[in-house]
Nanobody, 123 residues
Framework: QVQLVESGGGLVQPGGSLRLSCAASGMPFSTYTMGWFRQAPGKEREFVAAITWSGGRTYYGDPVKGRFTTSRDNAKNTVYLQMNSLKPEDTAVYFC????????????????WGQGTQVTVSS
């Protein structure tokens, strides 16, 4: 059974940084593309970032390009999201997700999800 557990969320001031982690188990982690999504109250789930199985390619949603970086450590079955220059509009629950082969970055293309971690950007 696939299990994804996010950690690292919290309260941070505008302009600050946070690093989220997602630990995976119950799956051949190194064969999965991993993604990050976020959902703010009253809004749809939004694509944030993704990284291919080898870590060779990364993809980002327009609102976070140049500020967020995703990486993975296949030896530790963990994917990371480094978030810099945080803005109040980055406030949301952040989810880790996993999938095998699919095209596009819609949430429906991911088959396994974590429970989410809250990120709040406020002074």
């Amino acid at each position: 059974q696939v299990q994804l557990v996010e950690s690292g969320g919290g309260l941070v001031q505008p302009g600050g940084s946070l690093r989220l982690s997602c630990a995976a188990s119950g799956m051949p982690f190194s064969t999965y593309t991993m993604g990050w999504f976020r959902q703010a109250p009253g809004k749809e789930r939004e694509f944030v970032a993704a990284i291919t199985w080898s870590g060779g390619r990364t993809y980002y949603g327009d609102p976070v390009k140049g500020r967020f970086t995703t990486s993975r450590d296949n030896a530790k079955n963990t994917v990371y999201l480094q978030m810099n220059s945080l803005k109040p509009e980055d406030t949301a629950v952040y989810f880790c997700a996993a999938r095998r082969h699919a095209t596009g970055w819609g949430a429906e293309t991911f088959t396994s999800w974590g429970q989410g971690t809250q990120v709040t950007v406020s002074s």
